[in-house]
DNA sequence: GATGAATGAGCTTTCATTCAT
DNA sequence: GATGAATGAAAGCTCATTCAT
């Protein structure tokens, strides 16, 4: 069978869809297996259950991202410029791929039995992004010393999500993508930046 | 009426019990019955389905927050402080009242139905509460002029929000909560505070 | 209390609307109190159940009707003439009370548990009317003797009340309820009559 | 599919009997799929839900019988012999298939939904037999020309359907089927007869 | 007698999962 | 591997009936 015919991946795919559309937990298995022109059955030749599923499609994308969001950050030496590329490749993906964006934020974090699971995976895997970066940036005595990178990444973290919210949510929000990214990114830096960083401009 | 009983408030407490124990979805409604000590017909003599609870919950127990959030800010006079006592507040909730903040933050917005139909209601009037005093520190010459409130308000709440999101899912966090609240508000406030507001002390 | 107040009889009359308006198994008690301006509770001490109001419901009714017919019927010497005017009465009641020959109509003969606990009841003395004039038309030498009176007097009862369905049931019908009558009673008159009693003209 | 087992008419043939025995709205779908011998869910994979089982339990079952109501009808001309067929073939359904006949007695037009509902369909096919019958009747000349076939046809189905009511309901009746059947036939081809058609015997 | 809040048994319907083909 | 008909457990909701006031 051809490759690109791949069922775990148009699986996956048509999750994506069914998800952002009605939920997880209103989503049926045969909406996605229609979705995805596969029978009912098939899907459990491929995942355990349905939340397997989620698991699963939360697994496989998120790992896509964090790739992406690496890459684009060791193309930066400056923290700070770092920073701004994280938050704009966050925000970036509302418009790349809302429904991905949609269950995400919504699906994955509706249970705590969810998140309780993932303490220690991915999802750390890529906020932690955030406090490595601070990090850096206190090493190189950009940032302040006395900030906690801990907090700072959960701060920043929670402030962009919040925002994508907003374009999952609004059909027409008030702000653009990139202005927002960087309107966040810069308000932070202000916060965190030694007096000698902030004035160094940023671009 | 057996007036001393108030069913009401007894099926609201319940099911916020049964509600941040097993999720929204996985709660049924005799579990509620039972955690109320009330017969499952007798929670459709006071709501109209099941959904119907998560929202009189969300409304009722919102209300009260704002209530109490709104007396607090007006004890203060200098937006830095308030916008603290803000951050206070939110955390706090966690402390007081778990299950409500687990039910709040995992629950609600599980689902873009309910963020979707609760756009403009308490939720808005709630948050509002950070932009009103954004704008107040600007009107004040404290809060710089550039940076704009309705930003700023998702992203001072996404990040307490992200925060309270670790009190609930970690049994043992490493930070307090008063340390944490401090520490965002203090981050935020020199993000977006004047040269000359940020040189004078908040306590 | 005064009499016309009579809490049972309004409560008959409500279950005539609802029953006749949902029918009986759709038919909530609420409905029947509301309709009768009582509570809930008070129609439990008038009737044993739901099923009970129906029962008494049929006796009441059915019993009045009887009277009424026989009391026409004994005006008459004519057997002929009295089959005319059973009919006519039958007839007129969609005419007079269409929700109560509804419930009669429809409601009534739902069940054979219903209908078999009643064969000996009223709806027997009722229907046992026809015979009884066929039978003193035998007597008389009008009606042929091979006729037998308890085929005739279903099939005579049969044949008005699948005309009255009729009237129940559509909104203009394309014939009048004293033609239809005597149209009925008619053809059922050429056909037990004997041959002398047959060109005696009937009115 | 597992052919050889049809599922969709052992439901039918199941509901026939479930329905016969405790009456539509007694029936529960699980004594259904008891019967009928599959599960529960299953009946919902071939039907709507329990009132599209009655709906189209009558379709199927009336359309059998106006075929071979029909066919018998045909293989006779004198209209006099074809309404004493239609006699013979209504009430030997209770003789052949009780159950049946208890269902389309009872249960179907114990609504007025269902019979408005059907007030165009296979119902009223079925009962225009009588009414073609007649018509061919008066062009015959047997049959007397001031008769009205749409009342007749009424007149007709409701007597005989009242005599079938009393096989349905009583367990040794007083009369055999088909001296019934002739009885009633007779008396109404002694009505609806013109003085001639009526001197030539029938048989 | 009258009320109506409270009860809880009961039933339709859904849908994740299985398994014979 | 792929299918989709069949399964049956599970739960939201209704409403006849009760009983404390």
Redesign the interface.
Known sequence: MRRTSDKHSKIIQAAIKVFART?F?NARISDIAKEAKVADGTIYLYFNNKYDILLSLFEEEISKIIVQVKQAIEKETDPRKMLETFALHHLKLVEKNEELA?VLQ??L?????F??EY?NTRFVEYVDIISVIVHKGQEMGMFRSD??P???K??????????S??W???PNP??SIEE?AK??C???????CTDEARKGALS
């Not at 974090?109 to 039995?113: E, F, L, V």
């Not at 959960?154 to 925002?163: H, Q, S, T, V």
């Open positions: 939920g937990f949609e919504m699906e974090r509706q249970s705590n039995k998140m309780k303490r900030v906690m801990g907090v700072v959960r701060a920043y973290f929670g402030a962009l999500d919040e925002m919210r907003l999952i949510l609004t008030p702000y927002t309107h966040i810069e308000i932070f830096l202000h916060g965190i």
